[in-house]
């Protein structure tokens, strides 16, 4: 439990409020973003998100109040960052963030150190939008249907589904009072789940073609290129559960897919299914996030980052 007394002051204090999130936005990222904008609005604040790039289209109906927004009206009273522990993760907009008197953190990711004035951070938390409800609750702040399902979509989409190794009772307990605001579940699930764009399936198939296999098969790489995505006509955004098929193959404890970026850049996603430390691998390559969730950026090509990769992955599932 949290003692949110500073955050709710400044929040009080407050009329312009920006929040901030991590770019290559998921559902944790997104949901938590929105309930907590829907919330505050509906306290009489001036409330928008700011976005350096797109939200993925699979979480575009959360926004239904022209939440999102590119360009700051105005310099924050106060700035909010959501599920983002790190002003590297809002480069773009890190100078907008800090203008402000005031600047805030609620995050679950593992940090090294502070870039908040104000902070609530717990690596404990199965998502930041548990955080975010935690916070609304202590405020007494309207919730309406629309953030409750925000919220749901939040802390479902980070736990896997309430399958992986953050799923907490915490969780359960969270998505119980959700359904007491009349969220529609099936709705949601539909939406995240349930319809997935064919060149993104065909991403995923070639994800698991591509894989290769190594410490005795209890780890996993593949790879994406910008070619790809072109021959597939698919968008970046529809990589994002590549890893989830790598992690699933029968005997892989620890995998990491690697996707290259439109400048070149090489992004790795990694993920473990029950003891390997993915956030210590990260950490080598000046990454991070959680244990069994993490991730790394490479200046270099794809065939020197899987270089550097792969040992540092089979030795975390080493015995």
Same mark, same amino acid.
């Given at each position: 439990?949290?003692?949110?007394?500073?955050?709710?002051?400044?929040?009080?204090?407050?009329?312009?409020?920006?929040?901030? @999130?991590? /770019?290559?936005?998921?559902?944790?990222?997104?949901?938590?973003?929105?309930?907590?904008?829907?919330?505050?609005?509906?306290?009489?604040?001036?409330?928008?998100?700011?976005?350096?790039?797109?939200?993925?289209?699979?979480?575009?109906?959360?926004?239904?109040?022209?939440?999102?927004?590119?360009?700051?009206?105005?310099?924050?009273?106060?700035?909010?960052?959501?599920?983002?522990?790190?002003?590297?993760?809002?480069?773009?907009?890190?100078?907008?963030?800090?203008?402000?008197? /005031?600047?805030?953190?609620?995050?679950?990711?593992?940090?090294? #150190?502070?870039?908040?004035?104000?902070?609530?951070?717990?690596?404990?938390?199965?998502?930041? #939008?548990?955080?975010?409800?935690?916070?609304?609750?202590?405020?007494?702040?309207?919730?309406? *249907?629309?953030?409750?399902?925000?919220?749901?979509?939040?802390?479902?989409?980070?736990?896997?589904?309430?399958?992986?190794?953050?799923?907490?009772?915490?969780?359960?307990?969270?998505?119980?009072?959700?359904?007491?605001?009349?969220?529609?579940?099936? *709705?949601?699930?539909?939406? /995240?789940?349930?319809?997935?764009?064919?060149?993104?399936?065909?991403?995923?198939?070639?994800?698991?073609?591509?894989?290769?296999?190594?410490?005795?098969? *209890?780890?996993?790489?593949?790879?994406?290129?910008?070619?790809?995505?072109?021959?597939?006509?698919?968008?970046?955004?529809?990589?994002?559960?590549?890893?989830?098929?790598?992690?699933?193959?029968?005997?892989?404890?620890?995998?990491?897919?690697?996707?290259? *970026?439109?400048?070149?850049?090489?992004?790795?996603?990694?993920?473990?299914?029950?003891?390997?430390?993915?956030?210590?691998?990260?950490?080598?390559?000046?990454?991070?996030?959680?244990?069994?969730?993490?991730?790394? @950026?490479?200046?270099?090509?794809?065939?020197?980052?899987?270089?550097?990769?792969?040992?540092?992955?089979?030795?975390?599932?080493?015995?």
């Amino acid at each position: 439990m949290q003692n949110w007394n500073d955050i709710q002051k400044a929040i009080a204090k407050a009329q312009k409020i920006l929040i901030f @999130t991590h /770019v290559n936005m998921d559902g944790d990222a997104a949901g938590s973003s929105c309930a907590l904008c829907r919330s505050l609005r509906a306290m009489g604040k001036d409330c928008f998100i700011l976005l350096e790039d797109d939200c993925p289209r699979y979480l575009q109906f959360l926004d239904d109040r022209g939440m999102f927004i590119k360009q700051a009206p105005w310099t924050p009273d106060l700035s909010i960052a959501v599920d983002c522990g790190d002003d590297s993760r809002i480069e773009k907009r890190k100078d907008v963030f800090h203008a402000a008197p /005031v600047t805030m953190c609620i995050d679950h990711h593992m940090k090294s #150190g502070p870039f908040a004035q104000l902070e609530a951070i717990d690596p404990a938390a199965p998502a930041a #939008g548990s955080l975010v409800f935690e916070l609304l609750q202590a405020m007494n702040a309207p919730i309406d *249907k629309d953030a409750a399902e925000a919220l749901y979509v939040a802390i479902a989409t980070d736990t896997g589904s309430f399958k992986h190794g953050n799923t907490t009772a915490e969780a359960h307990l969270d998505a119980a009072k959700l359904y007491g605001y009349g969220i529609d579940a099936v *709705k949601l699930n539909n939406f /995240v789940y349930g319809s997935y764009p064919l060149p993104q399936l065909k991403l995923e198939a070639m994800a698991v073609e591509r894989v290769q296999l190594f410490a005795n098969g *209890k780890a996993a790489v593949s790879w994406c290129t910008q070619e790809d995505l072109k021959r597939f006509g698919a968008l970046d955004e529809h990589t994002e559960c590549c890893i989830d098929r790598i992690r699933s193959i029968e005997g892989v404890e620890a995998a990491a897919f690697l996707k290259e *970026k439109a400048d070149g850049r090489i992004k790795v996603s990694l993920r473990s299914k029950s003891y390997a430390d993915v956030n210590a691998v990260a950490r080598q390559f000046d990454g991070g996030g959680h244990l069994r969730a993490s991730g790394c @950026t490479f200046y270099c090509s794809i065939e020197e980052a899987l270089e550097q990769i792969r040992p540092a992955l089979e030795a975390s599932v080493a015995p």
